[in-house]
């Protein structure tokens, strides 16, 4: 009773949890399994952002306990947000899940699970269901194991040559429609040094990009280190990472806008590691509604961002998050959005239809936007989105991107990497490639996907 499989929903935050989830379990002899259908346990680490998001997770779940009737001894967790937001109160609806684990016990995971173990094979009774969500001092620094490759008893793979680390946890904006300030407390952030020393180590098992991951990427260690010549504690992060032998990229993710002050602008013209790829949510385009949503800027201060990043890299990609349907969205604060999400140009974009999450300030609100009416907006804006990443892609073809070699594409057959600009190549290369930064001529290209051809002579296999 030691296979365990894990089924991630949401965030790439939600996907690092997971992955040092796995790492403690590994070290603790489980087995960590592909299948869900050879596992003995099933964790769901979920996502709390959207309505739909709770309830995929909830009719997974309840679907997984059918099985417990015909396999007495099979372990149910649910884990991160959406257990952190409902808690034990999930019971009402899913009464024989074992495991309930907040965002801040992920660490916890490996003891409790051993409890349980210990109690079916002593035949002893399990008892009531195991709930943790309370908050715990440190605890953003549990998220720094790896799970390493192709160790003994682990399915054979390729080993990964990028890598999230997790910089800061929590977040204390308070957008009027986040349940987040919530569901992972507070802004916490971990030890530069400790940071940079997980960088190394992955560096040295052949990892050669990191994403630096945080609720507020941006915000890192403001409360914790001085601002040194102008330059915030988040720069000097990227400064100290940029400096690590083997790490080729740095990416990071989810920033605020007013996290762009000149020193990070300013780091993508010095910091040649530091990809021209920036995820810059918008959320809104209406001063008004930016204003009931409690985001401290404005749409004129939002173009100067995009603008400034694009003084400093001219071919700099954009990605953004948008709502539609903000309670009181009228028909003109949705044309400020659109023209500016038109005049942004982005390469990507995640537009969200509004949903009330019950404790945020917006659940509240009245003058709630009719559905059909998000759905109309949603689809304007996905169609803009469409026209512009089909544009930019297209631009590409002819062109000779640099892309580091991740392994093979899902087919097996061909192989895939990205971009600096976060575009997914897929082409054909040699095995030892992998984790080598090479020269890819773009013969064509789909919406999101650009193909092409090596250009070095002898190993494109």
């Given at each position: 009773?030691?296979?365990?499989?894990?089924?991630?929903?949401?965030?790439?935050?939600?996907?690092?949890?997971?992955?040092?989830?796995?790492?403690?379990?590994?070290?603790?002899?489980?087995?960590?399994?592909?299948?869900?259908?050879?596992?003995?346990?099933?964790?769901?680490?979920?996502?709390?952002?959207?309505?739909?998001?709770?309830?995929?997770?909830?009719?997974?779940?309840?679907?997984?306990?059918?099985?417990?009737?015909?396999?007495?001894?099979?372990?149910?967790?649910?884990?991160?947000?959406?257990?952190?937001?409902?808690?034990?109160?999930?019971?009402?609806?899913?009464?024989?899940?074992?495991?309930?684990?907040?965002?801040?016990?992920?660490?916890?995971?490996?003891?409790?699970?051993?409890?349980?173990?210990?109690?079916?094979?002593?035949?002893?009774?399990?008892?009531?269901?195991?709930?943790?969500?309370?908050?715990?001092?440190?605890?953003?620094?549990?998220?720094?194991?790896?799970?390493?490759?192709?160790?003994?008893?682990?399915?054979?793979?390729?080993?990964?040559?990028?890598?999230?680390?997790?910089?800061?946890?929590?977040?204390?904006?308070?957008?009027?429609?986040?349940?987040?300030?919530?569901?992972?407390?507070?802004?916490?952030?971990?030890?530069?040094?400790?940071?940079?020393?997980?960088?190394?180590?992955?560096?040295?098992?052949?990892?050669?990009?990191?994403?630096?991951?945080?609720?507020?990427?941006?915000?890192?260690?403001?409360?914790?280190?001085?601002?040194?010549?102008?330059?915030?504690?988040?720069?000097?992060?990227?400064?100290?990472?940029?400096?690590?032998?083997?790490?080729?990229?740095?990416?990071?993710?989810?920033?605020?806008?007013?996290?762009?002050?000149?020193?990070?602008?300013?780091?993508?013209?010095?910091?040649?590691?530091?990809?021209?790829?920036?995820?810059?949510?918008?959320?809104?385009?209406?001063?008004?509604?930016?204003?009931?949503?409690?985001?401290?800027?404005?749409?004129?201060?939002?173009?100067?961002?995009?603008?400034?990043?694009?003084?400093?890299?001219p071919d700099m990609y954009f990605s953004t998050d948008v709502?539609?349907?903000?309670?009181?969205?009228?028909?003109?604060?949705?044309?400020?959005?659109?023209?500016?999400?038109?005049?942004?140009?982005?390469?990507?974009?995640?537009?969200?239809?509004?949903?009330?999450?019950?404790?945020?300030?917006?659940?509240?609100?009245?003058?709630?936007?009719?559905?059909?009416?998000?759905?109309?907006?949603?689809?304007?804006?996905?169609?803009?989105?469409?026209?512009?990443?089909?544009?930019?892609?297209?631009?590409?073809?002819?062109?000779?991107?640099?892309?580091?070699?991740?392994?093979?594409?899902?087919?097996?057959?061909?192989?895939?990497?990205?971009?600096?600009?976060?575009?997914?190549?897929?082409?054909?290369?040699?095995?030892?490639?992998?984790?080598?930064?090479?020269?890819?001529?773009?013969?064509?290209?789909?919406?999101?996907?650009?193909?092409?051809?090596?250009?070095?002579?002898?190993?494109?296999?």
């Amino acid at each position: 009773m030691n296979r365990v499989h894990i089924k991630t929903y949401g965030c790439q935050m939600n996907e690092r949890d997971s992955e040092a989830v796995a790492a403690m379990l590994r070290a603790r002899g489980y087995r960590i399994v592909a299948n869900e259908q050879e596992c003995d346990i099933l964790l769901l680490n979920t996502c709390s952002v959207r309505d739909a998001a709770e309830q995929k997770a909830i009719g997974k779940a309840g679907y997984l306990q059918q099985r417990k009737k015909k396999q007495p001894d099979f372990v149910l967790g649910i884990l991160g947000c959406m257990a952190q937001n409902r808690g034990a109160s999930l019971l009402e609806q899913l009464p024989d899940v074992d495991l309930i684990i907040g965002t801040q016990k992920f660490h916890q995971v490996p003891g409790y699970l051993d409890n349980l173990r210990a109690a079916r094979e002593a035949g002893l009774p399990i008892g009531e269901t195991i709930v943790d969500i309370a908050e715990e001092a440190g605890s953003q620094n549990t998220i720094k194991d790896h799970l390493a490759h192709d160790a003994p008893g682990e399915e054979a793979g390729e080993a990964p040559v990028s890598a999230f680390v997790s910089i800061q946890q929590g977040c204390n904006m308070d957008c009027a429609f986040c349940i987040v300030p919530k569901t992972r407390g507070d802004e916490r952030s971990r030890p530069m040094e400790d940071i940079v020393a997980e960088c190394q180590a992955l560096a040295a098992r052949g990892v050669r990009e990191v994403t630096l991951l945080g609720q507020i990427v941006t915000s890192y260690g403001r409360r914790d280190y001085a601002h040194t010549g102008g330059v915030t504690p988040f720069v000097q992060l990227l400064e100290r990472v940029h400096a690590i032998d083997g790490i080729e990229r740095i990416r990071f993710t989810s920033p605020h806008p007013r996290g762009f002050k000149d020193d990070l602008v300013a780091a993508y013209g010095r910091l040649p590691k530091l990809c021209g790829y920036v995820h810059l949510p918008l959320q809104s385009g209406s001063d008004r509604i930016l204003r009931a949503m409690n985001r401290p800027y404005t749409r004129e201060r939002y173009r100067e961002i995009v603008d400034a990043l694009r003084a400093v890299q001219p071919d700099m990609y954009f990605s953004t998050d948008v709502i539609v349907g903000f309670p009181g969205e009228t028909e003109e604060d949705f044309a400020q959005t659109r023209e500016l999400f038109e005049a942004c140009n982005y390469d990507m974009a995640y537009v969200f239809k509004y949903s009330i999450r019950s404790g945020t300030p917006a659940a509240g609100l009245a003058d709630q936007v009719p559905d059909e009416v998000k759905e109309q907006r949603n689809q304007i804006l996905l169609e803009i989105l469409q026209k512009n990443s089909l544009r930019r892609t297209a631009q590409l073809v002819g062109t000779i991107e640099e892309v580091l070699v991740e392994g093979r594409d899902k087919s097996g057959t061909h192989f895939t990497g990205r971009t600096r600009g976060n575009r997914v190549c897929v082409f054909d290369a040699d095995p030892r490639l992998v984790g080598q930064l090479v020269p890819l001529k773009i013969e064509r290209a789909s919406v999101s996907t650009l193909y092409g051809e090596l250009v070095l002579a002898g190993v494109n296999g």
